[in-house]
């Protein structure tokens, strides 16, 4: 869904601040400027969902090369610490997972399907989002099948450069 205002490919992502699991304070502004592309992920963390843990165990998987890339791995739970502490450790990955607590952050991206209290829909629970050191936003979608043999290849060979026919 393309908003108006609402981050997409082309826009900047909007700047948060949010803690992880560890207790550490995140700023994006911050990450960005220590010359770290990210691939931000947003999942619903005021529950369990099995598909959830297993998309943020894939990433994990795939963590070393992305690194190697210059890409770092951010998940965003749309809900209380603990609850993002609890994905954390079922998952098994060691790239920090933010708390949304009050879902803001997951709003300002966009994606309220994810916040607690909304009807469920039929799209995928996750969300993800390519974000280059200079803050622009290069592709975003739902996490319905990610082919991380394709996500690789098009970060290896120069991110938009790939898309041009």
Known sequence: MDVEGWPAPGRLAPDFRLTDTDGTAFHL???????QSLILVFYPGWFQCRWCLEVLRE??????GL????????????GPLSQAAVSRQEAGVEYAILADSDAAVTRLYGVPRLVPGRPKHRAAPMQIFIIERDGQITWSGSAVKVDWAALEQWLNCGRLACLVP
């Open 67 to 78: 690194e190697a890339n210059g890409y770092g791995v951010i998940a965003v739970a749309a």
């Open 59 to 64: 990433l994990e998987v795939h963590r070393v």
């Open 29 to 35: 502004a911050e990450a960005l400027e220590a010359g």
